[in-house]
């Protein structure tokens, strides 16, 4: 085993020196009393003139062991020699006391070095602000060169660096000045990461809940909607910004609210700034049940500004009650180029084809559900996962989104008991239809406060059952109204098999532009008429100018297999859509109305009439 | 009639001792030359052993009288001896000196104490905001806890609170740093609030005016006008913003623009920032000439997020040109819920069913006026009751606005008299055709400065002649435009009332989405069968798809009762409608066109024919 | 020739007098040795007792020479005598030291006087900030009288102004306090607005660059394309916003992009804020190829307001890809009464009327040029000539812009070979439907980021070829499924000319609202039917409602006459339109559908078919 010798690097003082250690130095000066020896720049020893061996001149190389480091600091040190090829030399680095971000606070004037990820460089008209996410927090560092110049032009958003500066308080917040920064590089930058990405692992780690009602759906979910809630959880924590898209639909409000509630809480409970919410996460509702080529396009033209302008991470893109479907796979493309995180709860059948554009994919289908465990439901339990603080606040969502999709899965029932006394069925339903009236007229707008109301999170029931009240009853009126309007124009045709298949023409016979649109609308002439046939089949188109809508009972439809043999039978018609096996629409060109109209009747009545 | 003996409170202090007076006190401790007494925890005085009288021990209860307080603070006491019973205790509350806001400015960095009203909160990322009113003005008062932590949150938007702190100045802004804020409750709370209300009572109270014309309607309507612009002015001193809705047109532009010159000019008299106006005033456009709900729901979702957001105020909403019908009641329906001030400066038909969602609603008809008396011409003379000093500028408004609603008031004499000399009834013709172009083009924009402009209050009357001579020749260029593609299409019928009647098929033969639009386009129609057919009467019809626009001369319809006959009579039509007497509009499915149309004529045919 | 004595002026100092100059003086006092005179406020003499010749009281006049002035500052007098009108009195000014405002920095801490333009004027909740520029930059001059009050309210934007104030920095951006403001007027003024526009030319003009390809057009457009590019770089200089309005397709993005580039580049080399760019320059894409009544109504509402608010300077507005034709008339009219600066680089068929309206108007055919020198060629120079900086990385904007618009100009082969190797004419042509099919979904947006990514000026090639990729297969899915759609529904007719005519009706045989639109779909018809009749005449016309689209190969067309001729013969069909000898478009009402194809047809039927 061969001898180690050290030498001192840079920066290092006199706390890196271990005594009874070899040093290589080099000889400064001479006293009467020894010989003094620098061991770096900024240290040196003295060899007492009884412990020198050799004959050295000034700026000579010698190897010294240290005999001792006394209180006072100074070194006492004895010459040894070594045969050339013996010993092995060694660099001692300057061992710096890393400082964590959340102990900041408490060394406010102090020298401070930092190993950090960079998660936001803002230039601002003086210093550079980078913004620093290491494994305890997320802070300011400002680096100042030049007015509104680029410090450390070299450090990119993602870099792993080492900060060094003084911690300082600049308008009530924790902020580093920086003195130096670096960029760390290969495993050096690869031990911080993980140190950081470890600590974010288990912060971000959901807290360990049980789902609020039994099921065997949401069980099976479990670990995915686990999941999901980690990656929200540490966005947040990394000050990665949300975007919430969700369908504008009461079920869809349910969902997206429940997480906006607990997202809103959690990152305030980060030492998060007040209004930070406001940048941070993003709520947005989308007219189609899938993310629209528009709604991808306006999200990504203001992320990247903003990431240009502001230096602030891409977003996370979170999809409720929708984003399951081949329709959003336009979308998803163009998240890829762009390499977006998306994650998605949704209850429409899936397709399989869009989950490699997902970091996580929860759908009740994937496990043997169906459409009747809702977006609603799935997504207040994954709110209780990023955040169970807020579980009192949003329990009803679950009823209120399940009643609102008709749902018929027995974990309704759950929920609804699971509110026993504090809202009725009833209840419920005014709920989802209050959003669904009020959405109507808010358009695209989140509507924030107007929606806590109606849900009732704003800890002020008189003023909710006051705007429920009122909305039920001008959404009634117009549905009424509507209906009025509509029904005595419906034809009806009883088909060979057996079934009455009613055409409500929407374009010509209901009012536009207003509350309730086509959809609602032909689903209440629906209603109405599985009503008065009751123990019937009954199918309902409602027709619009070149789009219809198709709703069936007793029918054994598969509207998705009909569009797709029509879209063959009539090239020219340019016909498209989908939807469930029962409920769904249908798209074409408004010349080819009629024939399209004719033969989706033919179509329908080849498919056989259920007993009820 | 028994002693009174005093009890000093906490925070007292020498100044609030009275020579004379008695008051009990706790022993406190000894010394050779006597006893101490506490009077409270701040203030204690000396017992000289000569005026002892009895044996006590340390904290024992004893009765003092104050011989003298010295130069020096020092307190002289001497013992009494009272018969338990045969006196009263009173505590003496610390003398406060309290400030008025409006002399903060003469106090900077001295300790003041104020009693005011809480009329924003703001939560910063360093200190709270309070924003406090007295009844001598407004200003900022900041507390701080912790970075970001809300400072007191037991005190309210609307509380009456107690402030200490030192006066200071801020970016030249006086504020207040807050050492301690107090929720003043009940009685006191009243007597602060009371004080404070009378002096905003008298501040908002408008100036002795008269009517710039001689209206026996103006006149009857003077209290109720008074009255709003006094919650207007009372809106402005209490930092309420003021949303501004009016009718898109002329006369609806002339109300809303006096109304906020006004505003902005008293906005700024009462030291208001600069920008202020840009945070507190915002003037909209709407397309309906009532509060469409629609707009009710946008300016709700603004508004609660900024009261979340900023603890600004809910806003006053001042309908004008609008506001006074039944078609008003949904929007007012959701202004209750939330507890909203709406004010009403109309001169539309008004409805009593909407009086008890409104403070204040001014309409001529109420004074047994009528549409005549138009939105602008009340509007004028609101914002001279408002704000005296901008009369001058605005001195035209009423005339541009009667002329563009082709008022037979004969208050538009008086208002053309008045601006004789300056700009005649073409001119003033002029301006409103321009407001009408340049408003279609700006859809629900104000156009602020454009408006200006056009109105001529920008002080660039150059300017504003080339801009409403350009305006103008544009406007006419595209109704002579519009006129020769409709005029071949229109069809006549000699109704056997005498009657003409005129079918103008706008869907197929005019111009779309571009300016003249439907409205404007079938009146301009009208106007020339009017000409055409001078001495006879002339009903014109423009026919949109699903709508139908009516105007009448010399025929005496009822539009409304038309309507609600159609109404009855064919179920399934879809219909809704109505307007004045003679000018109305009628809504329709598509699919119900000819037979409504049918109907319609049928229906005109029936009201005689007046003789011209 | 009269003797002339000088009158010391207020604020001179020792620095200002000349040795052997005669001045008028006052005595002030005496001594043993001589006279003090006062030779104003400031300055005062010796006058040595030997050198005194008259007998004067304290205050009495006195002429005197001055011997010396002493290193210390002293000043020896000699009296002299002078006849009474034999000389004359000329005041003395204070000699200023003028600073550069360039020189700013190295002033911190002193007292500077600067004469300059006022930019900008901003009033803050503080003090009023001019903006002001010399002949060397742009800076802040902070001026406070009392919170929130405009200090020096005489002074104008544009006025000429001489600033006394100290030289600080401010948040790390230099900023003068003002301690004294003054107009300049007549003469004074005129010679500093004269050397801030000498030094503002010398600095605005373009550098000395040459065309990148050899073309006679470009080389007759160079004059007013240097003159653009110029008028753009002063705008830079002077802190003039720019708006830039282009057309919503490649040609005109590509245009666009390639200024908005260089002036970017232009105002950070020239010390702007780097967030500057965001205020200063905005890119809005227009629907149509012209400037429309309501893009110029957005665009002075919110500058107005702008120019109220922040005291900002109106905008250059820089048109491209449209502003040539006579319909940009209505809105340059508008722009003349704002007095608005407005430049135009466009291909399209130009109309003199228009020319009173602009500062400058680059045209290819003004010098014999025609459409195929497109307008992203045009750009491109003009960039390179605002900032010869950026030319590699736009090099390949006007190769993408040609193939776009199909250009057959010999410059648009020239353009290719310049990026050979680096990008083929297919490369060039997809993104150039990339960018239409993106511009598509981002409505009127400009996307700006991604559209760098399309353009590959973003430095992230992968990505840039992944989103072309995605974005061209995108696009022709879209067109392929129109096509499908569209094509069995052409009808077709051969006309007596020989030509063969083709009628697709989009209204009702064609995907409406999503791409590709109608413009890009009846062009998509109309190749596939020129593939299909090789040598053949063929004529396409895209039937919209209200609307057609005409295209034609072979056929001698003339549409704007043809469009002219149905106009007059036939009234109440509300034709309108234009476009090309053989591409245009045609409005009508559609009431008169049916009857204006078949005149067209009949019209068109009379153009000769020329021989392919």
Known sequence: MTDIVYRLGPGCEVDDIVEGSMYIGKVQGFATFGTFVQLNDKTKGLLHKSNVLTDKQERDSIIVLVNQVRPNGNIDLREVILQEGSYETQLVA????????????????RNVTIEADVVQIKQTSGPTIFTICDDSGVEDAAAFTEAGVRSYPEVNLGDIVRVFGEATRRNNQMQIEVSGMQVLKGEEADNVRGRINRALEA?????????MVKSDVIEALWPEMRKLAKIVRRAVLTQQPIIIRHHADADGICAAVSVETAVTQFIRDNGGDPDQDNFLLRRSPSKAPFYEIEDVTRDLDMMLKDNVRFGQKLPLILLMDNGSTEEDMPSYKMTEVYGLDVIVADHHHPDDTIDKYLLCHVNPYHVGGDFGVTAGMLGTEIARLINPAVESRIMHFPAVAGVADRSEAPELDSYLALIEGKYTRDECKDMALSLDYEQYWLRFNDGREIVKDILNINNAPERHLKLVNLLVTEANLAIEDQMNTMMPHVHDQKLTSGANLFLADMEMFAHRFTFPPPGKSSGEVHD???????????????LGPDFAVIRSRGVRMNIPQ??????DEMPGAGISGGGHLVV?????????????????????????????
């Open 94 to 109: 300057k061992k710096v006391t890393l400082t964590k971000l959340s102990d900041l606070a408490s060394k406010i004037g």
């Open 528 to 542: 109405i008429l599985c009503k008065k046939y009751v123990n019937e089949p009954v199918v309902t188109l409602g």
């Open 562 to 567: 009909m569009v797709r043999s029509m879209r």
């Open 203 to 211: 912060r971000a780690e959901p807290p360990e809940v049980s789902p």
């Open 584 to 612: 769904g629409s249908i798209k074409f060109v408004e010349g080819m109305r009629t024939q399209v109209i004719e033969k989706m009747v033919e179509k329908i009545s080849q498919f056989p009439a259920a007993s009820l």
